[in-house]
């Protein structure tokens, strides 16, 4: 074979070889990007997935902000006049220093100080009841609430609770936009929210978050279980709805948590169903009650935990039993552990006082405590909070005949007024002879309708409106007496 066929021979192998190589590559990085792609769609697909499952809520605000309201008040305190001290309250005196400020000259008399705030809230009925925060309409001398549509009520105000954070007002009108009432019960963290209020005053705006927690226990809010998220709110939101992606309310959007007075990414809801429930005994009562247990508990640390025979640190350590209460007369004891209570656990001394708070007074639920290391069933018959029977007081007290009015009236719960075929109303248990009430013709019995042409809700708003009216001047009043609706002319005394 001559040297030019082997050199051909020599180079067509080299092609095969190149050709195989290359074929072989081919085939490795097809393998490898096939392999890639196999491994990372799935992630793709999931990222895609989560993309697409990012809310809009054009749609929710649309149906739902309507019935959202911007509520604007005005409020009033007494200071002196130029001689005297400024921002001094003179409500805030004795009855006998009350009176000799009173015989001061004019220019050193009180003069009305006022001043103004907004928040926001949201209508549960179509016949113009609202929820929104108690810190945004205490000591309100007048409430008015604004709509989407640009339409303005005055609103009085039914009831408030400080202890929840919780008011009711009450519009007179009808065919209102309504909220959609969800199951705070149901929340998740890590579940989108929208928030909807009006943050310094600007109304009707939308901010978006998630749950960043369930069940948080802020100081000096023990009975509220907040819902914290990281939703904008400002000053101005107070009162406003947290709704969830279905359109429902699931939160009343109540406080920040802020060094510099706005939003840092630490915000607090009180959850639909403590709001709700207030609300209810508001527009039943007037005031709210919550249960008592009537002990003293701390959180159990690992220590404490390892001393008591538990696994691990949970649940609420009775510290203390308060004297006659309803954990010493069901037999609860001090060294007891709290792990389960009426159904729920507790799985820290902050879990426990919700519960408690959250049961009607009067009722008997189930507590789970480990005594000795051993389990064991008590049953309690939950008591009434001594706050909120002196709250229950202050109304009550609100209608005796030291009153401008003259006479005592009393709260009517809604069973008895469908009895009497009236949307609301209070009824008057006894008239002081010679007081105004008396000389306008009013019996006990006489169930108050109206005041001043305004519907009377409860006793609470009743002397709202008494205060209100002009003192020397006559004021139509609305009874229904036996059945039958009566108006009367009221002349409250002047000095009154």
């Given at each position: 074979?001559?040297?030019?066929?082997?050199?051909?021979?020599?180079?067509?192998?080299?092609?095969?070889?190149?050709?195989?190589?290359?074929?072989?590559?081919?085939?490795?990085?097809?393998?490898?990007?096939?392999?890639?792609?196999?491994?990372?769609?799935?992630?793709?697909?999931?990222?895609?997935?989560?993309?697409?499952?990012?809310?809009?809520f054009s749609a929710l605000v649309d149906q739902?902000?309507?019935?959202?309201?911007?509520?604007?008040?005005?409020?009033?305190?007494?200071?002196?006049?130029?001689?005297?001290?400024?921002?001094?309250?003179?409500?805030?005196?004795?009855?006998?220093?009350?009176?000799?400020?009173?015989?001061?000259?004019?220019?050193?008399?009180?003069?009305?100080?006022?001043?103004?705030?907004?928040?926001?809230?949201?209508?549960?009925?179509?016949?113009?009841?609202?929820?929104?925060?108690?810190?945004?309409?205490?000591?309100a001398s007048e409430i008015k609430i604004g709509?989407?549509?640009?339409?303005?009520?005055?609103?009085?105000?039914?009831?408030?609770?400080?202890?929840?954070?919780?008011?009711?007002?009450?519009?007179?009108?009808?065919?209102?936009?309504?909220?959609?009432?969800?199951?705070?019960?149901?929340?998740?963290?890590?579940?989108?929210?929208?928030?909807?209020?009006?943050?310094?005053?600007?109304?009707?705006?939308?901010?978006?978050?998630?749950?960043?927690?369930?069940?948080?226990?802020?100081?000096?809010?023990?009975?509220?279980?907040?819902?914290?998220?990281?939703?904008?709110?400002?000053?101005?939101?107070?009162?406003?709805?947290?709704?969830?992606?279905?359109?429902?309310?699931?939160?009343?959007?109540?406080?920040?948590?802020?060094?510099?007075?706005?939003?840092?990414?630490?915000?607090?809801?009180?959850?639909?169903?403590?709001?709700?429930?207030?609300?209810?005994?508001?527009?039943?009562?007037?005031?709210?009650?919550?249960?008592?247990?009537?002990?003293?508990?701390?959180?159990?640390?690992?220590?404490?935990?390892?001393?008591?025979?538990?696994?691990?640190?949970?649940?609420?350590?009775?510290?203390?039993?308060?004297?006659?209460?309803?954990?010493?007369?069901?037999?609860?004891?001090?060294?007891?552990?709290?792990?389960?209570?009426?159904?729920?656990?507790?799985?820290?001394?902050?879990?426990?006082?919700?519960?408690?708070?959250?049961?009607?007074?009067?009722?008997?639920?189930?507590?789970?405590?480990?005594?000795?290391?051993?389990?064991?069933?008590?049953?309690?018959?939950?008591?009434?909070?001594?706050?909120?029977?002196?709250?229950?007081?202050?109304?009550?007290?609100?209608?005796?005949?030291?009153?401008?009015?003259?006479?005592?009236?009393?709260?009517?719960?809604?069973?008895?007024?469908?009895?009497?075929?009236?949307?609301n109303g209070v009824m008057v248990k006894d008239?002081?002879?010679?007081?105004?009430?008396?000389?306008?013709?009013?019996?006990?019995?006489?169930?108050?309708?109206?005041?001043?042409?305004?519907?009377?809700?409860?006793?609470?708003?009743?002397?709202?409106?008494?205060?209100?009216?002009?003192?020397?001047?006559?004021?139509?009043?609305?009874?229904?007496?036996?059945?039958?609706?009566?108006?009367?002319?009221?002349?409250?005394?002047?000095?009154?």
């Amino acid at each position: 074979m001559s040297t030019n066929a082997l050199d051909d021979v020599t180079v067509n192998t080299k092609v095969r070889t190149m050709t195989i190589t290359s074929l072989f590559r081919s085939y490795t990085r097809i393998y490898r990007n096939t392999l890639f792609l196999i491994l990372i769609l799935p992630f793709l697909a999931v990222t895609k997935s989560y993309a697409d499952s990012l809310p809009d809520f054009s749609a929710l605000v649309d149906q739902e902000g309507d019935a959202v309201v911007k509520i604007s008040v005005l409020t009033e305190s007494t200071s002196l006049g130029r001689s005297g001290i400024p921002g001094f309250d003179l409500d805030q005196l004795p009855e006998h220093l009350r009176k000799y400020y009173e015989q001061l000259p004019q220019n050193l008399k009180p003069t009305p100080r006022r001043g103004g705030g907004f928040g926001s809230g949201f209508i549960i009925s179509e016949d113009g009841y609202v929820i929104t925060n108690a810190h945004v309409v205490d000591s309100a001398s007048e409430i008015k609430i604004g709509l989407k549509d640009r339409r303005e009520y005055e609103a009085t105000l039914v009831g408030l609770d400080k202890a929840s954070d919780i008011a009711v007002l009450k519009v007179n009108a009808g065919n209102l936009p309504v909220v959609k009432i969800g199951d705070s019960d149901d929340m998740r963290v890590g579940e989108w929210v929208l928030a909807i209020g009006s943050p310094f005053g600007f109304e009707q705006t939308a901010t978006q978050g998630i749950v960043s927690a369930l069940g948080r226990s802020l100081p000096d809010e023990t009975y509220v279980p907040f819902i914290q998220t990281d939703a904008a709110v400002n000053p101005g939101n107070s009162g406003g709805p947290l709704f969830n992606t279905d359109g429902e309310v699931i939160g009343v959007n109540s406080q920040i948590y802020s060094r510099s007075g706005g939003y840092q990414g630490l915000s607090f809801s009180i959850p639909i169903n403590v709001a709700m429930s207030i609300a209810d005994q508001l527009k039943t009562n007037g005031y709210a009650t919550r249960g008592w247990l009537g002990v003293m508990i701390q959180d159990v640390n690992q220590d404490l935990a390892e001393s008591f025979g538990l696994s691990k640190p949970e649940g609420a350590l009775v510290a203390q039993v308060s004297d006659n209460g309803p954990a010493e007369k069901s037999g609860i004891e001090a060294g007891d552990i709290l792990v389960r209570f009426n159904g729920k656990k507790v799985l820290s001394s902050n879990a426990l006082p919700p519960l408690v708070g959250a049961v009607k007074p009067g009722e008997t639920v189930e507590a789970l405590v480990i005594r000795d290391g051993k389990e064991k069933i008590i049953n309690v018959e939950i008591g009434a909070l001594e706050a909120d029977l002196q709250a229950n007081n202050a109304v009550e007290q609100a209608g005796k005949p030291e009153s401008k009015l003259g006479a005592v009236v009393a709260n009517i719960n809604d069973s008895e007024l469908k009895g009497f075929g009236l949307d609301n109303g209070v009824m008057v248990k006894d008239v002081s002879p010679q007081s105004a009430a008396s000389e306008a013709g009013l019996r006990p019995g006489d169930i108050i309708v109206k005041f001043d042409r305004k519907p009377v809700e409860n006793v609470r708003q009743l002397e709202q409106q008494i205060a209100k009216s002009t003192g020397g001047k006559a004021t139509s009043v609305l009874v229904q007496r036996e059945g039958t609706p009566i108006f009367m002319a009221l002349k409250l005394d002047s000095d009154g």
